[in-house]
């Protein structure tokens, strides 16, 4: 077959790929290709404009690895992640329960809900920063008003409340997506196998777990596995609210690394963690891929 007709029959899918191929080259190939090679280098605010870095190998990734912040911020990241997608997934799955249903202003109520998801995370991290605040918040004052409390929580200054505070924003704007999504496998449920399940005298709870949940499982998977994704590289709404503080209370992988490359201008240890966080999370995803296609199988 000669250029002529290969570019008749299949050149020209090609053509129309291109714009597609550069742009994730450019965007998204090229910085985690120069992420990882700044990362075997010795990178900072003095070396970073020079054509020749020293390289030191895997020398940033065992100091990363040793620190002892590293725990820390590994352990408060696994928190916010678990924490929120599991809150996130059970209020919005109740939501999908209620708003799947046939009833006035339904869409309304939908179209509420997302709202919050479609706001900027630095815009919702602000807000809330607002209503956690520990003098003129609102969350203080209704629980006062309640007499839940006689002294105002600090939400966000006091390390031992820090993450609370975060985990309420963050699960707020989360909640609307599980929602969506949940609510999309539910109305594809068939309803015929609910009618049987009636007709037998199922109640609701058996309806739910042994008919709803078990036909949902793709959904669920898909769900949770895209919650800890997004949730585990939470960024813009934690730096808003705390900056990872106080005292590395609610420092995360992304924080911590934004910290290290902007903050203290190490480049290369910046790089590290962000290659860690890649790399957890493309373990993540094989074990995932791998557990769905084994149960099609």
Known sequence: MN????????????????????????????????????????????????????????????NIITDSTFLVVFKNSVIFTLGSVFFQFIIGFALAMFLVK????????????????????????????????????????FLSQFHLLTNNISWLTNPDMAMIGILIANIWLGIPFNMMLLIGGLTGLPQTVFE?????????????????????????????????????KVFAL?????????????????????????????FSQGAVVANLMFLIMLVFSIVYINYIAGKED
């Not at 550069?22 to 605010?45: C, E």
């Not at 939908?110 to 520990?134: C, D, E, M, Q, S």
């Open 196 to 232: 049987a399940a009636e007709i037998d005298g199922a109640n609701w709870f058996q309806k739910l777990f042994f008919l709803t949940i078990p036909m949902l499982r793709q959904t669920i998977s898909a769900t949770l596995m895209l919650g800890i994704i997004y949730t585990f």
């Open 238 to 266: 934690i730096w808003v609210m705390t900056g990872g503080g106080p005292v590395n209370a609610t420092n995360v992988l992304p924080t911590w690394s934004y910290q290290l490359s902007f903050d203290f201008f190490n």
């Open 3 to 62: 250029f002529k007709n290969w570019m008749r029959k299949k050149g020209y899918l090609y053509v129309f790929l291109a714009p597609s191929i550069i742009f994730m080259g450019i965007f998204t190939a090229y910085p985690i290709i120069y992420n990882f090679i700044i990362s075997l280098q010795d990178v900072n605010v003095m070396t970073l404009a020079r054509p020749d870095k020293e390289f030191v190998g895997l020398e940033n990734y065992i």
């Open 102 to 141: 046939n009833f006035p202003l339904n869409n309304f109520v939908r179209g509420f809900i997302v709202v919050g998801w479609v706001i900027p995370p630095v815009v919702v991290g602000t807000v809330w920063k607002w209503l956690l605040n520990t003098d003129f918040g609102l969350i203080n004052y």
